[in-house]
């Protein structure tokens, strides 16, 4: 059984700081493209960032430069360092992870807002 379990949204002020994780479990974590994705009420669920098994990066361009992905293929964890937050990054995050197939977690909720 394939899970993806997030943690680490909340509230915070524009300008704070977040971390998200996401442990993986059921699958062969090194063999899979890691990502985070995003969603707004009645909008799509859209890539904020994600990172292959060999460890490049990508980013939509409106995180680069404050977000950072990375991975620890020991922990089966994907992590997104989040800094200067700006309200429209509220959205709820999901980790998603890619190989033969897409799996998905729950999401948790990002706030940001004073």
């Known amino acids: 059984q394939v899970q993806l379990v997030e943690s680490g949204g909340g509230l915070v002020q524009p300008g704070g700081s977040l971390r998200l994780s996401c442990v993986a479990s059921?699958?062969?974590?090194?063999?899979?493209?890691m990502g985070w994705y995003r969603q707004t009420p009645g909008k799509q669920r859209t890539l904020v960032a994600e990172i292959t098994s060999g460890d490049s990066t990508s980013y939509t361009t409106s995180v680069k430069g404050r977000f950072t992905i990375s991975r620890d293929n020991a922990k089966n964890t994907v992590s997104l360092q989040m800094n200067t937050l700006k309200p429209e990054d509220t959205a709820v995050y999901y980790c998603t992870a890619l190989w033969a197939r897409r799996y998905w977690g729950q999401g948790t909720q990002v706030t940001v807002s004073s």
């Open positions: 059921g699958i062969d974590f090194s063999r899979y493209a």
